[in-house]
């Protein structure tokens, strides 16, 4: 065999072994991406964690979430997250990344938890459902909203309340948020929130409320204290 030949068989080899390790290599990354995405996976190298100053709220990103929706659930825009994080593609974020939301979006940490920002305070809740109603007549009796944006569905406030260091309890007082869970007293699957108006000798309560029934419009109820149902208040 001539040398040329020999030189020509070395670097076909060496291709093949070039090609094979190029695809083993792809192939890992493939199964990398793929356990991310399906099971919440994620590389340390996969992302620069932002850092978030002692004033924000830091927003663990879990599957299933996308930044817009994220926005909307501290009263904000994707574009202004993606802006404060310094986010290269808004349409990427990664399982377990850190999102940082300002200060000024509505919620930040303090020592003792979850508080409102004062300056932004007001009702976020769809006008006509039970959320806003008793946002609202919260407000009107006691000169604040609540202070929760996210996973605020009805049956959520009371694990809202504890997040916030809300007084959560079985017992009924006049102007407390009455919660109840899906399916307790007629409740449907969000569960629904009232404002207890008046507190009757046999411990039932006359709460006033949105959305419950068939009426478009505020309608006093009668409800009593048991399983499923907490008082909220401040």
Known sequence: ??????????????????IIVEYLVMMTSL??????NVFGFVRSDAFAQASC????????VTPGETLDGIASSYNTT??????????????????????????SSGVVMSGKGLVATASEQSNPFPYG?????ADERYFQLH?????????????????????????????PSVGAILVLQPGVEGAYGMG???????VLGNGH??????????????????????????????
Do not use: K
């Not at 065999?1 to 070039?18: D, G, P």
């Open 192 to 198: 629904h929130v009232a404002i207890v108006e008046s």
């Open 1 to 18: 065999m001539s040398e040329i030949q020999h030189l020509c068989q070395y670097f076909q080899q060496h291709r093949v072994v070039r």
């Open 31 to 36: 199964a990398v991406i793929l356990l991310s």
């Open 129 to 133: 459902a039970c959320t806003w109603w």
């Open 78 to 103: 994707w574009q202004r997250l993606a802006s404060y994080n310094h986010l290269a593609d808004p349409n990427t974020i990664a399982v377990s990344q850190h999102i940082c939301i300002p200060h």
């Open 143 to 171: 000169g604040m909203y609540v202070p929760w944006r996210m996973n605020a569905n009805a049956y959520q406030w009371v694990a809202r309340a504890y997040d916030f260091n809300w007084h959560v309890s079985s017992q």
């Open 53 to 60: 100053t002692s004033d924000d709220l830091t927003h663990v």
């Open 205 to 234: 309560v006359i709460a006033s409320n949105m959305a419950w029934g068939w009426s478009s419009g505020v309608t006093n109820t009668q409800f009593a204290p048991g399983p499923g149902v907490s008082f909220i208040t401040n």
